[in-house]
């Protein structure tokens, strides 16, 4: 199976700062890789598809990027609904394995 | 609008067997796969298989083969899991969510089921 290696476990970060989350995979993905946002209590959202596209409806201010075994999300102006917990999760190979999540705060 | 609505919450004796159900609406339930993910309290996700409601095909993983059964319902627009042989480690919130045949994230989710595992 391929691992997903997610940094950092924690961030805290303040409004309107830029926040990269990190996520690297065991072997070549191949783009095949997808960002979530899960707030408390509340079900993963998909937020950006294919290493870098956005997700219907989601803000501008997220984008992705990366190639290979190397991926992040940016979140732009971080906002207070921004405070969740955000996972990655590479679908470019059965079975499909996510990362153990990035706690935001604020700070 | 797409909507994925699971079953309640679950309290379960350590060796019983439980029926997670999802019911779709708002999309063609034959055009997507259905997944099953599992989320230990405080812990990451971890997925557990999936089905194609268009011929109930599944696939597995290997750790969750002998854990959970996949099946869907197109007349009800239905999926369910059942999870036999309960212990602790089963003590999780389960979710259902919808995938695209082309595409193979997960775009729209259940609300989750709560399943704790107690005597």
Redesign the interface.
Known sequence: DIQMTQSPASLSASLGETVTIECRASEDIYN?L?W?QQKPG?????LI??ANSL?TGVPSRFSGSGSGTQYSLKINSLQSEDVASY?C?Q?YD????????TKLELK | EVQLQQSGPELQRPGASVKLSCKASGYTFTEYYMYWVKQRPKQGLELIGRIDPEDCSTDYVEKFKNKATLTADTSSNTAYMQLSSLTSEDTATYFCARGPYEQLYMDAWGQGASVTVSS
């Open positions: 095949g997808a979530y509340k079900s993963p959202q998909l598809y294919n997700h996972f999760q679908y059965y079975p499909y394995t996510f990362g153990a999540g």
